[in-house]
């Protein structure tokens, strides 16, 4: 039926305000209160400003990258991560195929180190005489 919402629009609420303000704070600190009010404005409006500045210099001249940089491509998968980090090649491999490679590398590297075992125990180990 009826609209009883507030509309804080117009000139009549700011005399409102303006009236509560001097009714709480009295003539006196009116002034005071008004002064750093006004600073407070100030300083909020000089700090957007200089965000703004600071965003229209980085928007408008974008650093370029460096020339010298060599360009470095991130694998893709961990397969391909985990192949980089054992030193396999990973360029241009899928991952069924850099799975392979990693599962050939560490049993190769386990055979490696059983060999190396069983060579170290037929040298320990005395001969039958």
């Known amino acids: ?4 919402s507030l ?5 009549e609420w700011m005399w409102i305000v303006f009236l509560v303000i001097f ?12 002064r750093a009010l006004g600073k ?6 000089r700090g957007r ?20 940089l060599k360009t470095y491509q991130r694998p893709s998968s961990r397969f391909a ?7 396999l090649e990973s360029k241009g491999k899928s991952d069924e195929e850099l ?6 590398f560490l049993s190769d590297k386990d055979k490696k180190k059983e060999e190396s075992k069983d060579k ?8 039958p005489q």
């Open 1 to 4: 039926m009826f609209n009883y």
């Open 7 to 11: 509309q804080v629009i117009g000139t």
């Open 23 to 34: 009714l709480l704070f009295g003539s006196k600190k009116l002034p005071e209160l008004s």
């Open 40 to 45: 407070a404005m100030g300083e909020i409006q």
């Open 49 to 68: 400003e200089e965000i703004e500045r600071e965003f229209r210099q980085a928007t408008a001249n974008p650093p370029s990258p460096p020339k010298n």
């Open 81 to 87: 991560k985990a192949a980089e980090n054992m030193g």
């Open 99 to 104: 799975r392979k490679d990693i599962i050939n």
């Open 120 to 127: 170290q125990k037929t040298n320990t180990t005395p001969k």
